[in-house]
């Protein structure tokens, strides 16, 4: 998967503003190579709410992100950044968890420094590790990778309680330490989004998350800035939350529901999607 993880850094590196959905399974992953995104985050926060009916709050573990991450890997060829959390301890999980992932597939791993259990970036509570912590870490991360091209991600959720000056010098911490792509989550003001790609010179990630925290930048505005990659982790799954509300409500009070009814995906396209006719043409072949 080396060309996948080259394209990332480049896409990283291309400061664009590349737009990066995530996903909660491989339909979902699926959906989004199928519309022409060029990445795909494999979001922690959409495997435990469509998973386990829970909200972000650290119930995810290891295996069930390593999981997610090889059926997805094998659904789709775009370059997958992974949600690893806090790597589920200390540095030495850290290194164990690379590894794991590494092997699952995923091109790019992103690792947070709040105190465990996590939570949302965008949720009130959070605590961080310390610095020192968080930078070991960081390098534990770094050694534990067998290719070279496997990208870390640095995610820091200082500014909620250290402050954003805190939370950039942190930052710059974890890039001297070998980040390859920088995250400061849930920053609260426009200036603040505005000053990050000045202040910090690795590529960065800005998390756009609706109904969050952060103001709303569209993915030319944060382009123009200088961000190289703009998360939109749980748009599939807050659309798909929607979707089934709308479908079965009208299901729960009409009765019935048509595929002509513009609330479903028709069956033929169901069918493409999980790829039926390759199937059908290889079950031909080994007749």
């Known amino acids: 998967m080396s060309n996948t993880k080259q ?6 590196q291309a400061r664009r503003g590349a737009l990066v959905p995530g996903a909660f399974n491989a339909l979902s992953a699926r959906v989004i190579e199928d519309l022409g995104f060029e990445a795909i985050y494999v979001t922690g926060a959409g495997v435990t709410n469509m998973h386990f009916a829970l909200p972000d709050q650290g ?38 968890t690379v590894r794991v992932l590494e092997r699952a597939g995923a091109d790019c791993i992103q690792l947070e420094d709040q105190v465990a259990p996590k939570r949302c970036g965008h949720f009130s509570g959070k605590a961080v590790i310390s610095a020192e912590e968080a930078v070991d870490k960081i ?30 010098e942190r930052a710059q911490q974890m890039a001297e330490a070998g980040a390859d792509i920088l995250f400061v989550e849930a920053v609260t003001q426009a200036e603040q989004v505005r000053a990050l790609p000045r202040r910090l010179a690795a590529p960065q990630l800005m998390n756009m998350v609706i109904g969050g925290k952060t103001p709303i930048f ?23 939350v929607m979707g089934m509300q709308k479908a079965l409500r009208v299901l729960r009070d009409e009765r019935e529901l048509q595929e002509t009814s513009g609330l479903v995906t ?16 290889l079950e031909q072949r080994y007749r």
């Open 7 to 12: 394209t990332l850094k480049t896409l990283a």
């Open 59 to 96: 119930f995810m573990g290891l295996h069930e992100i390593a999981e997610h991450t090889a059926r997805i890997r094998d659904a789709v060829e775009l370059p997958l950044i992974v949600d690893a959390d806090t790597g589920f301890g200390n540095a030495l999980n850290v290194h164990h």
């Open 139 to 168: 390098k534990a991360a770094v050694d534990a990778r067998h290719d070279d091209d496997l990208l870390i991600m640095a995610r820091t959720d200082a500014a909620a309680t250290l402050g954003f000056e805190a939370a950039v």
């Open 218 to 240: 569209n993915a030319e505005q944060l382009a123009t800035l200088g961000f190289g990659l703009v998360l939109y982790a749980n748009a599939a799954l807050q659309g798909a």
């Open 266 to 281: 028709p069956f033929a396209e169901r069918q493409r999607l999980v790829g039926k006719p390759a199937w059908d043409a």
